[in-house]
């Protein structure tokens, strides 16, 4: 099935016309067998509850089929599935997700214009899909490590709302109780959050290593920006991976600015995808949920038999690079505008799952409510928890510490390591 060609080719499938029209398939026992529900990741129990309500409604069908986006395909002979099923469950988690995260950063950009927020913060409104896409298709043995537009990725996979928000103001309750700020945080098997453009790459070839050699099955997920990805460190990192058939995702993040600068003028070739040359690569339309799953799922089957990949995933940001960027200099707001209203990734999923039937517009609703009072009193302990004090400045840099003594802002002011938070893999 992986067998390889020599030229890149376009993999339409049965997904090149009416991409966003159900196929109305509804059947149970498929649905068992090939689809796992992915928990709710949520930061209260009003929201639970409300998710469990939404459930509950047993007018709406089971589960529906949907045909994925076109795929571009680079030295592969097939690509991932051309069509998507999902179960009512999950169309009410991957909206609650896509939706939350959009009030997360909407909140994020209003925490930092009150200067609640310290340092840089980059918002990853518009690019939703790609990491609630990716988690969906994730299992335990697999890891992630991204770059700074990281408050999404820290609550799909598994940090509360009010540990995002908490963590964004520098307070005890973060996940990371407050040293890391905007761009550093973590959960289990995320590995961050990484304030160096592009530093995080190898280190997910490094994780990629760790799975062959637990031969857990398991696959890393290295997220990069098009700005990212004309340095040298990603092609040593696409080197050593092919070189040891390791099982990794190098994973572009295309949004058409590295940056201020277009693709187009950073990159003398923006097929991002067949960058790898002879690593093999796929092109994904990343303003489809479902499209990114499945393409993950191909991975999750390819990378441990064949070794690395290279997924190009296009997608949008609607905000500036940082708070820093009114992200309007370089591009029109008549843009922007367009995106919002033809692409938009929460819009094209909630058009599907109403349109199958999967969910209605009244539970859809109620959710929106829910998500949008579990943001606001995230907000509030994030303004009123108390701040970190500086004697935990050297707590918890060691796993298990070689030496008590950390030496701080000069070797006469030592620290005394303590362990203060457990390990996120240990939990």
């Known amino acids: 099935m992986f067998s390889k060609t020599i030229k890149s080719v376009i993999c339409h499938g049965k997904n090149s016309q009416k991409m966003l029209t159900p196929l109305w398939q509804s059947s149970s026992s498929t649905t068992a067998a090939n689809m796992n529900t992915v928990a709710a990741v949520t930061a209260s129990a009003p929201l639970q509850q409300q998710h469990q309500q939404v459930r509950h409604n047993s007018s709406a069908i089971p589960d529906a089929s949907f045909e994925t986006r076109p795929y571009k395909l680079h030295k592969l002979e097939e690509g991932p599935s051309a069509t998507a099923n999902v179960t009512r469950d999950e169309a009410i988690e991957y909206y609650t997700q896509l939706q939350t995260i959009r009030r997360i950063e909407s909140a994020a950009g209003n925490l930092y214009k009150e200067k609640a927020v310290r340092g840089f913060c980059h918002l990853y409104s518009g690019q939703e899909a790609i990491c609630v896409g990716i988690r969906a298709a994730i299992k ?10 990281d408050h999404g990725w820290a609550y799909v996979m598994g940090c509360s709302v009010t540990s995002v928000m908490a963590e964004l103001t520098g307070r005890a309750q973060g996940c990371t109780r407050g040293k890391g700020g905007s761009m550093h945080m973590y959960a289990k098997n995320f590995y961050g959050g990484n ?12 994780l ?59 990159a003398a070739s923006v ?15 990343g303003m489809d949920v479902l499209s990114v799953r499945e393409a993950i799922k191909y991975c999750k089957e390819y ?37 919002r209203q033809t692409r938009d990734p929460i819009m094209l999923f909630r058009e599907k799952a109403l349109a199958a039937g999967l969910v209605t517009a009244e539970e859809l609703k109620k959710l929106d409510i829910e998500i949008r009072k579990t943001v606001d009193e995230a907000v509030k302990v994030s303004k009123s928890d108390k701040e970190v004090p500086v004697q935990e400045l050297a ?28 390990p996120f893999n240990a939990r």
């Open 208 to 266: 990629a290593l760790a799975n062959k050699y637990l031969g857990n099955g398991g696959i890393s997920i290295s997220l990069y920006g098009d700005g990212a990805a004309n340095q040298g460190q990603i092609f040593e990192a696409y080197n050593m991976a092919k070189l040891w058939n390791l099982p990794a995702v190098f994973l572009c993040e295309n949004n058409g600015y590295g940056m201020g600068t277009s693709a187009d003028r950073a």
């Open 140 to 149: 335990d043995e697999d890891s992630v490590v991204t770059a700074y537009r």
């Open 395 to 422: 707590a918890d840099v060691y796993y298990e510490p070689v030496v008590q003594q950390i030496r701080g802002t000069t070797p006469f002011n030592p620290y005394t390591h303590q362990r203060i938070a457990q």
């Open 303 to 339: 990378c441990p038999k064949n070794g690395p990949i290279v997924l190009e995933i296009a997608t949008y940001r609607y905000s500036g690079h940082s708070m820093s960027d009114p992200g309007t200099s370089y591009r029109t707001r008549e843009e922007i505008q367009e995106v």
């Open 195 to 206: 304030g160096i453009v592009g530093a995080q790459v190898p280190v997910g070839a490094g």
């Open 271 to 285: 097929e991002y995808y067949t960058r790898g040359d002879y690593v093999p690569g796929l092109w994904v339309d």
